[in-house]
Every structure is written in C-alpha cells, then in structure tokens.
C-alpha cells in the first residue's frame, strides 16, 4: 500500500519534483507534461469551445513519465531523420552544426554562426553566447505572430517545436531576416521572422529593451555634489505638456529617482494634476491625495512639527508605493527644510567598501507595521533586495529597491542562532544610517509655495527638519504613483525619440563591476560619479 502511494504521489509534477531532487532537475527541462495538457483540453472543452491543437513535439506520454526514471522523460521525435535538440555537460547548446548547413548572407558574418541548436554570437572584448532558435522564433513579432491592433501575440511558446531550425539567414541593414524550416503545429510549413540585429548581437530582444522590468533599469546615482548640479527642475507649463523638456524630465526622474516642478499654480488640486502626467492616482486608506500638515493627536509622525529623520513610506504594505509626490503651498515658519539621499548610492559604496556589511543587510528582513484603530498593516522586507541573475550574468545580482523606514518599524524577529550574526547585522544598519545621513549625501533645500519634488520611494530616502509653527505655516499636499505606471509613462514618451535607452546594457552604475576599467573607478566613487555625469552631457551635446 505504501508502495502504491508512493508511487501514485510521484505521479504528481509538483509532489514528484518535491521528493526527488534528480528528478527536480529532470523535470525542469520539461516544457510541458501530459497530464497538464490533457486538463487544458478539458477546460477548453468546457467553455464550448475546441481545444487548441497542441504541438505533439513538447508531449510525453503517460508511458513515458517514469517516476522512477531520474533520467528525465524522453520527447516525442516528429522528425526522426533529425538531430533531436541536444545539451552539453555544462547546460549549454550544443555546438555541432546543422546536419544541412546553411549560408548566413550580409554583414556580420563573422560574429555569427549558425549550430544545430542555436546562434552563436562573438563581441569583441565580450564572451561568447548563444541564442536559442527556439527562444528567437519565440521572439517573433510579425503580423502573423502578434496582432497589429491588440499588440497581443497569436502563438504559444509551446505551438513551436523545439528541434526548429533556421533553413537561410540574411543580414541587411541592421535587419536579420530568418527562413525556417517549418511553421507551428497548425500546419504552416515555413515562417519568415525579421530581427533587430543590435538585439540579437547583444543577446537581447525588444521585449527586454522595450518592455524592460523596471528592476533592470539604468540609474545614475549621485551624492550632494552631484545632485546639486545636476538636478532637474521642470517648469509646470512645460510638464503639463507633450514636450521635449517633459520628456526630458521624465528620462531624468528614472535615472535618478528625483525631479522638481516649479511655477506651480496656488491650488490644492494641481497636486492631482501633475501626477495623473506620471499616470493614476494610488489611493491608500490615507484618500487619492492627503496633506501634510501639522495637528494634534496625529496618527503619523509626519502631521507633527517635529524632526522625521530619512524613512520611505507605506513600507508595511505589500505594494508600496513606487513614486511619491509633495507640492508646496504654505512653508513660512522657521525650519521644514526637506531632506534627500541616494540609498543606491550608499548601498553601492557598501557593496565596495563594506561587503560583510553589504551582505549582512541583504540577508536582514525588517518588519514594518502601520497599527491604528481601523487599520493594520504589516509587511517584511530585506534591506537591500537583489533580483535573481540572467544565466549570462553568472553569479551576480543587482541591487533592486532598498526597504528602510524606521520610524514604522516593529520589533526585529530574532531568528539568528549565533549573537555575531545578529551583531553584525546591527551593525550594518548602523553604519547604512550613518552613510544615509553624511552631509556629503544629503540634498537639502526647502521647499517654496509653488514648487513639487517627486521621487522614486524606495530609492531615495526623505527626511524633515523641525519646524515652529507659531511663526508661521507648513502645507504640503501629496499623492502617490506606483512604479508600473510611471515607468510606462517613461516608456511611451522616450521612445520615440533621440534619447539613450534607460533599458540598455550600457550600466554606468552597476552594483558590480562588469569590467576592469570599472572595477578601477569604482576605487574613485566621488570622481567615477562626476565623470558619469560628464561623459552623459558630452554625449547629448554631440
């Protein structure tokens, strides 16, 4: 009986993949299994609709899953007379030639080479890859394959077979034009896809470029010098519209997390007005748009007079807040002067010069929580939070957002076993704050009746001074956009024009060096930075 179960659990992908790690690794080769498609057909069926044909080339049998099998299941070959889709010892496509080789015409002939599986691209003074053929007929974006209209694609990656192959490929004028062999499973016999060739040379395709996940983005950091002589100031009348000084400040805000309107009318609602530009409205249980002023019995530290040292907001929610907007409309008593910091910056000069510390705090999950009356919010995030690396990028990770509020803290969980761990981690912490607040960091300036800052939340931390309001009065009103829209606001108004890709490998900022030179400057952060910025106006002026 337990035998019977075992192997009737093993049945199962998930609870199969779960309980044998050899098998995990089988399986995770396996585009598809039988038994997931049999229960699409099913579904389709019961919408009164008929299935979609499926592409017997990624099906397998329930004969051929073998639980017991750690050796992964075998595909079903349509094409017998073929080399079926083979892996070397290290993961990588197989570097045999096609069984029928063919002639790759135009320029760049040099850089590519066509292999059973894939395209092998050669850069000067870069590694070699490859480009799956089935990833780049995947990345197909032809009238056939996605709609002009919904922009929304008419294929699934699992209609395409996966030993395709090309049967001639022309280069001209930038434009890499691929005959294949054979078209999807419904029957079409060829397919003619064109390409980008500076895509595919540099191992990226358009959804990458144009698509790109915000977690990718170029970023220029920057310290008080910097900023100081580089910040952005947009005029409201030119924010308002579709022109180049919008498109200008847009650019700037995705770089470096942090603009200024100015000229702003003497309205409350203008608030709403300049962020709907960036795109809708994030309401919170604090309404669409919320003051900031100063009362009694407040429910958050930022309706005090008091100091609010460096903190990023709604840190207890699941989605905070990408962007956050504060318009000035009363500021005349003593203080208030508003506070600004890279934490990219320092979180990259940590990574450098601190890496015990980096890694302590990358590894260090702080939980925040917002508990009143009529509302509970709790959340936990690391300090600094990475994303997982492309297989190209080997090991490395990118610094992603930085989470940091203090003020909204609850008590650490402690889950270390050893105390100098957890010293370590307070100690890196300590040291965080104490690079977040150096005067060589901060940008500090108070802000004027008619003036917005906007800034990315969880990039660039804010902070307030103190301020008396018996001689006077402080109001600033808020909203919030998230990172989604506003991105895509930054997508659809750049792209048409003459302006350096925010989305491009070219990474003046990485939080690791990719080269040697670079590895070199990162030794001169404070002179690298100012060369960053110098290198980028030389190149807009040419």
Known sequence: MASLLKRSLLRSPRIATAL?????????KTPILWQEKKEEAEISAGHGRSPAPVNPSVLISESEFDPDDHQGAAFEDTHPERDRTTVNEEGRPSVRPLRIPIQ????????????QDALLIKQPGRREFSVLYHTLRDACKCSQCVDPSTKQRNFRTTDIPLDIQPRSIEINNKRMVVDWDRGMASGEKIHRSQYDIDHVKHGVFAPLLEVASSKRRWRKIWNRATIE??????????FMQESEEFALALRSLAETGLIFVKNIPDSRAEVEKIATRLGPLRNTFYGPTWDVRNKPNAENVAYTNQFLNFHMDLMYMNEPPGFQLLHCLRNSCDGGESLFADAFHVARSMYHDRRPYWKALTR???????NHADHFYSNTWPVFEQEFPLPREGLRRRLTRVNYSPPFQASITDRYKDHGEYALAVKALAYFAAKLEDPKNVFELKLEPGQCVIFE??????????FNTAQGDRWLAGAYVDEDAVLSRVRTVIRNRAFRNIWNERDYS??????PNQARRNKDPENWMANVWRAEEEEEKS
């Not at 002589?229 to 030119?238: N, P, Q, T």
């Not at 939340?457 to 103190?466: G, I, Y």
């Open 20 to 28: 044998t790690p050899a098998l995990r690794r089988s399986y995770a």
């Open 457 to 466: 939340n969880r990039r660039v931390v804010h902070a307030r001074r103190a």
């Open 104 to 115: 790759i015409q135009g320029k760049w002939v040099d850089d590519i080479q066509a292999t």
């Open 364 to 370: 260090l999950d702080l939980t925040y929580e917002y």
């Open 510 to 515: 990485p939080m690791f060096p990719r080269t």
């Open 229 to 238: 002589e580089h910040v952005y100031w947009v005029d409201y009348e030119d």
